[in-house]
């Protein structure tokens, strides 16, 4: 091989290295891509999504802190001077259009932004990042401006991320998060978590959710399995005879939630896609 062959070779390994790892999926086998956004547009696509734009725990959502760029949706978090509706920050969220059911979701995300703005040994504070499906609400403005609709039955969190939880410490830290099911009954209560707290907890060592990882989960109509950059990290018998199965919305959001404490900081999430496979026929 002479010098510029090989010269060319390397330059290709290079490149596959630096871009691979941002476009890597983890997808089981058996499916097949049916529904994607690789955010590459310049603004949302109001065809697939709608804005969350309610106002809960410690903030408010706002549209104005969703962004797309660089081939990313960037959740932007802010802190305000003065409060607004009531709240001292403001958080950010899209929910999918669509509703889906059995299939396998992924996102890859990088977590925070792992600045310490306030100087107190801490980053991204008092945000609850989330990666999760539930049947949604949407106005005729194109917003989603409540979490609790009537209409809820499966909800399905890939990832919640509490940065400092202050009921339960086995959470404290980004790296740290929650894989489960919520059952909601007809009259709007909770049922149950599966797996029931707290087995639901996902503790990652050696893990920085700063950077981009792979989440997903596979739903069926007998469990669901949870996966993290490929690898299943829990799995919950979840079977239609016994709990019913809705058609989910898919939410990307950001808030700053009770749990977490007053000391929020600015901060944002990134996502470079979301894609939903089905199984092949």
Not at 52 to 61: A, C, F, P, Y
Not at 76 to 102: C, H, Q, W
Not at 223 to 233: A, C, E, F, L, M
Not at 254 to 260: C, D, L, Q, R, V
Request: aromatic share 12%; with cysteine; charged share 30%.
């Amino acid at each position: 091989m002479n010098n510029m062959r090989l010269l060319v070779v390397l330059v290709l390994i290079l490149f596959s290295s630096c871009t691979g790892e941002k476009n890597k999926t983890s997808v089981p086998e058996g499916y097949e891509l049916e529904w994607r956004d690789e955010f590459n547009q310049a603004d949302l696509n109001s065809d697939k999504w709608a804005y969350r734009t309610d106002n809960k725990h410690r903030s408010i959502q706002q549209k104005k802190n969703v962004k797309i760029k660089d081939g990313s949706l960037i959740l932007n978090l802010r802190v305000f001077d003065k409060p607004v509706e009531g709240k001292m920050a403001a958080g950010a969220g899209i929910v999918s259009t669509r509703r889906f059911k059995y299939g396998y979701y992924e996102v890859k995300a990088k977590l925070g932004d792992g600045i310490d703005d306030d100087n107190d040994g801490k980053t991204d504070e008092g945000w609850h990042h989330s990666f999760w499906a539930m049947a949604a609400s949407i106005d005729d403005k194109g917003e989603v401006n409540t979490t609790y609709p009537g209409i809820r039955r499966t909800e399905i969190d890939c990832f919640e991320n509490p940065t400092e939880h202050r009921h339960e410490p086995e959470l404290n830290g980004l790296n740290n998060f929650v894989q489960h099911v919520i059952v909601w009954d007809e009259s709007g209560k909770e049922w149950g978590r599966l797996p029931k707290p707290p087995a639901d907890v996902l503790a990652n060592e050696n893990f920085d959710a700063n950077q981009w990882h792979v989440y997903g989960f596979e739903w069926d109509k007998d469990q669901i399995k949870w996966y993290v950059d490929g690898k299943i990290t829990k799995v919950a018998d979840y079977p239609a005879d016994k709990f019913v199965h809705d058609e989910i919305n898919v939410w990307l959001t950001a808030i700053a939630a009770n749990w977490n404490g007053k000391d929020q900081e600015e901060s944002r999430a990134e996502y470079d896609y979301f894609r939903f496979y089905k199984k092949k026929e």
